[in-house]
Nanobody, 121 residues
């Protein structure tokens, strides 16, 4: 059993910053890609940023230059530093991990429960 637990969401004013964390725990053999997605009620979930096990990153155009994704492989944790937040960043943010639970080459996708980020004045 694998769990992803997110933390760090909340209410912030436009221009402010927040840092999200997501820790993976349980029966984990190896974690490949970790990432953050967000979803506004009524819309599809969209990629915010992702990072590979080697540190390669990919960002949505809307957050480039404002958000930074990083990970601590020793702690099985991924972070999202969000700066210069805008009203349109308001959403539920979900952590996602692609991982293996044993050394058989099979990969699984896991999601966290989501954390609310609200940008409002």
């Amino acid at each position: 059993q694998v769990q992803l637990v997110e933390s760090g969401g909340g209410l912030v004013q436009p221009g402010g910053s927040l840092r999200l964390s997501c820790a993976a725990s349980g029966s984990i053999f190896s974690i490949y890609t970790m990432g953050w997605y967000r979803q506004v009620l009524g819309n599809q979930r969209e990629l915010v940023a992702e990072i590979s096990s080697s540190g390669s990153t990919n960002y949505a155009d809307s957050v480039k230059g404002r958000f930074t994704i990083s990970r601590d492989n020793a702690k099985n944790t991924v972070y999202l530093q969000m700066n210069s937040l805008k009203l349109e960043d308001t959403a539920v943010y979900y952590c996602r991990a692609i991982l293996a639970t044993k050394g058989d080459g099979v990969r699984y996708m896991y999601w966290g429960q989501g954390t609310q980020v609200t940008v409002s004045s």
